[in-house]
Protein backbone atom coordinates (compact mmCIF):
# COMPACT_ATOMS: atom_id res chain seq x y z
CA UNK A 1 0.00 0.00 0.00
CA UNK A 2 1.30 3.71 -1.20
CA UNK A 3 -0.10 6.70 0.52
CA UNK A 4 0.31 10.11 -1.52
CA UNK A 5 0.59 13.22 0.08
CA UNK A 6 0.13 16.45 -1.77
CA UNK A 7 1.50 19.89 -1.02
CA UNK A 8 2.11 23.32 -2.42
CA UNK A 9 -1.40 24.64 -4.46
CA UNK A 10 -2.85 27.95 -3.89
CA UNK A 11 -3.76 30.89 -5.43
CA UNK A 12 -1.41 32.49 -8.14
CA UNK A 13 -1.87 35.67 -10.19
CA UNK A 14 -1.91 34.62 -14.27
CA UNK A 15 2.21 34.36 -15.15
CA UNK A 16 3.06 33.27 -11.94
CA UNK A 17 4.95 29.90 -10.84
CA UNK A 18 3.85 27.42 -8.05
CA UNK A 19 5.15 24.32 -6.77
CA UNK A 20 3.40 21.31 -6.38
CA UNK A 21 5.04 18.16 -4.23
CA UNK A 22 3.70 14.93 -3.31
CA UNK A 23 5.17 12.55 -1.04
CA UNK A 24 5.06 8.64 -0.98
CA UNK A 25 5.13 6.45 1.81
CA UNK A 26 6.72 3.08 1.61
CA UNK A 27 10.22 1.84 0.88
CA UNK A 28 10.15 0.80 -2.78
CA UNK A 29 8.83 4.82 -4.33
CA UNK A 30 11.75 4.40 -7.12
CA UNK A 31 10.05 1.15 -8.79
CA UNK A 32 6.47 3.35 -9.16
CA UNK A 33 5.83 5.78 -11.89
CA UNK A 34 4.89 8.68 -11.23
CA UNK A 35 2.45 11.22 -12.46
CA UNK A 36 0.31 14.29 -11.87
CA UNK A 37 -3.46 14.54 -13.23
CA UNK A 38 -6.33 17.56 -12.84
CA UNK A 39 -9.60 17.91 -12.96
CA UNK A 40 -11.34 21.28 -13.32
CA UNK A 41 -14.64 22.01 -12.51
CA UNK A 42 -17.40 20.48 -14.28
CA UNK A 43 -14.56 18.76 -16.76
CA UNK A 44 -13.24 14.73 -16.26
CA UNK A 45 -10.06 14.33 -14.71
CA UNK A 46 -7.07 14.83 -17.22
CA UNK A 47 -3.44 13.82 -17.25
CA UNK A 48 -1.00 16.55 -16.60
CA UNK A 49 2.53 15.02 -16.70
CA UNK A 50 4.00 11.99 -15.74
CA UNK A 51 7.76 10.27 -15.01
CA UNK A 52 8.84 6.48 -14.93
CA UNK A 53 10.31 4.72 -12.54
CA UNK A 54 13.42 3.82 -13.81
CA UNK A 55 15.59 6.35 -15.62
CA UNK A 56 13.02 8.89 -15.47
CA UNK A 57 11.72 9.45 -18.72
CA UNK A 58 8.86 12.27 -18.60
CA UNK A 59 5.44 12.75 -20.70
CA UNK A 60 4.09 15.81 -20.72
CA UNK A 61 0.33 16.83 -22.61
CA UNK A 62 1.10 19.14 -25.02
CA UNK A 63 -0.48 22.12 -22.93
CA UNK A 64 1.77 22.34 -20.74
CA UNK A 65 5.15 21.78 -22.90
CA UNK A 66 7.15 24.26 -22.00
CA UNK A 67 5.60 25.70 -18.76
CA UNK A 68 5.65 22.71 -16.56
CA UNK A 69 8.42 20.08 -15.22
CA UNK A 70 7.99 17.72 -13.16
CA UNK A 71 10.96 15.78 -11.19
CA UNK A 72 11.43 13.43 -8.53
CA UNK A 73 13.88 12.88 -5.62
CA UNK A 74 13.72 9.37 -4.61
CA UNK A 75 15.97 9.70 -1.78
CA UNK A 76 13.06 11.78 -0.38
CA UNK A 77 9.89 9.82 -1.49
CA UNK A 78 9.18 12.86 -3.46
CA UNK A 79 8.28 14.22 -6.84
CA UNK A 80 7.72 17.52 -7.56
CA UNK A 81 5.44 19.63 -10.13
CA UNK A 82 6.92 23.11 -10.76
CA UNK A 83 4.51 25.28 -13.06
CA UNK A 84 5.72 28.41 -14.88
CA UNK A 85 3.82 30.99 -16.35
CA UNK A 86 0.37 29.80 -15.18
CA UNK A 87 -2.79 30.33 -16.74
CA UNK A 88 -6.78 31.11 -15.99
CA UNK A 89 -7.18 27.24 -17.47
CA UNK A 90 -4.75 25.68 -15.21
CA UNK A 91 -6.99 25.95 -12.77
CA UNK A 92 -7.98 22.65 -10.89
CA UNK A 93 -7.27 20.16 -8.44
CA UNK A 94 -4.30 18.77 -9.15
CA UNK A 95 -3.70 14.83 -7.63
CA UNK A 96 -0.89 12.96 -7.56
CA UNK A 97 -0.75 9.44 -8.59
CA UNK A 98 1.20 6.21 -8.71
CA UNK A 99 1.69 3.55 -11.27
CA UNK A 100 2.92 0.44 -9.71
CA UNK A 101 4.22 -1.01 -12.89
CA UNK A 102 6.79 2.16 -13.02
CA UNK A 103 6.03 3.28 -16.53
CA UNK A 104 4.36 6.61 -15.53
CA UNK A 105 2.72 7.17 -19.11
CA UNK A 106 -0.78 8.93 -19.97
CA UNK A 107 -2.84 5.30 -20.47
CA UNK A 108 -1.68 3.58 -17.32
CA UNK A 109 -4.20 2.54 -15.10
CA UNK A 110 -2.50 4.11 -12.00
CA UNK A 111 -2.98 2.49 -8.39
CA UNK A 112 -2.36 5.15 -5.85
CA UNK A 113 -3.45 8.29 -5.63
CA UNK A 114 -3.78 11.43 -3.36
CA UNK A 115 -6.14 13.38 -1.75
CA UNK A 116 -5.66 16.34 -4.48
CA UNK A 117 -4.57 20.43 -3.75
CA UNK A 118 -6.31 23.04 -5.48
CA UNK A 119 -4.26 25.90 -7.72
CA UNK A 120 -6.37 28.46 -8.19
CA UNK A 121 -5.19 31.04 -10.92
CA UNK A 122 -6.76 34.35 -11.08
CA UNK A 123 -6.32 36.15 -14.64
Known amino acids: QVQLVESGGGLVQAGGSLRLSCTASGRTFSNYGMGWFRQAPGKQREFVVG????????YYVDSVKGRFTISRDNAKNTVYLQMNSLKFEDTAVYFC????????????????WGQGTQVTVSS
Open 97 to 112: AADSTGWGTPTREYDY
Open 51 to 58: ISGIGGRK
